[in-house]
């Protein structure tokens, strides 16, 4: 059946996920259906229409990483969940890793994209030495795909003066409640939370830096609260730093 809209996207996706392909199959399969939905541009005014006056809508969007975020999708069993990011122009996003799968696709102006492969172990807290490997500019109607964590270390930017849009699909993820951004020129790396997660992660690092007579009382409730995981290991960390400190 041909695809014209979301909803025929999903439901057909989501049938698709179904028959469990690899993960080559994913990419290559999901790939073309992802561009034969890009192919048709009707059903996206009904998104911007939405975006801008359905309050229900607007509301139901959580607070996301990426300001330039909108998610249309996100299916009932969490398998997959289709993202529109707009991309004003020479708007680019940090290099990053991912916690799924994601197929991308360029939908209106080209986009250009650059992929690394980190070179280091992992093991030094803070530390990732990255190389380039590909840079390429993705025409509208083509995509690309990553992996997970350190297999899916890329960036995307907008190299025009018009504005871009792309549609993401991403899998269910393995690592979930944040990303890390890295940063090449620094040989550096960090842990990028939601708004929400972000603040309880700063003050957590806050109170490790502070290094007051409260300090490690607070980061020790941290560690036995019932915060997320990822909040919580931000917790381990501070504290094992404060004691080094010490």
Avoid at 116 to 133: F, P, T
Avoid at 168 to 177: A, F, T
């Amino acid at each position: 059946m041909a695809i014209s809209d979301l909803g025929q996207f999903c439901q057909q996706f989501h049938a698709f996920l179904g028959e469990k392909p690899d993960m080559a199959r994913l990419i290559d399969s999901g790939g073309s259906m992802l561009s034969e939905l890009m192919s048709q541009k009707e059903w996206f005014g009904d998104i911007l229409r939405r975006i801008l006056f359905d309050r229900e809508f607007s509301e139901s969007q959580k607070a996301g990483i990426w300001p330039n975020e909108i998610t249309l999708h996100r299916n009932p069993d969490r398998s997959f969940q289709v993202i529109c990011y707009i991309w004003g122009p020479y708007l680019s996003d940090t290099v990053h890793d991912h916690g799924s799968w994601g197929i991308i696709g360029s939908f209106t102006s080209p986009i250009g994209e650059r992929k690394y492969r980190r070179l280091d172990d992992g093991k030094r807290e803070g530390y990732a030495e990255l190389e380039e490997i590909s840079s390429t500019v993705l025409q509208p109607g083509e995509v690309t795909s990553v992996l997970p964590l350190n297999k899916g270390i890329h960036r995307m930017e907008n190299r025009s003066d018009d504005v871009a849009i792309t549609i993401n699909v991403y899998g269910r993820s393995i690592r979930k409640g944040f990303i890390q951004f890295f940063y090449p020129e620094d040989k550096a790396v960090a842990r990028v939370y939601p708004p929400k997660p972000l603040k309880e992660a700063l003050a957590i690092r806050a109170a490790g830096t502070l290094r007051a007579s409260w300090s490690e009382d607070l980061l020790k409730k941290v560690l036995s609260s019932d915060l997320p995981d990822p909040i919580r290991k931000e917790g381990e960390y501070s504290l094992a730093r404060l004691k080094s400190s010490l």
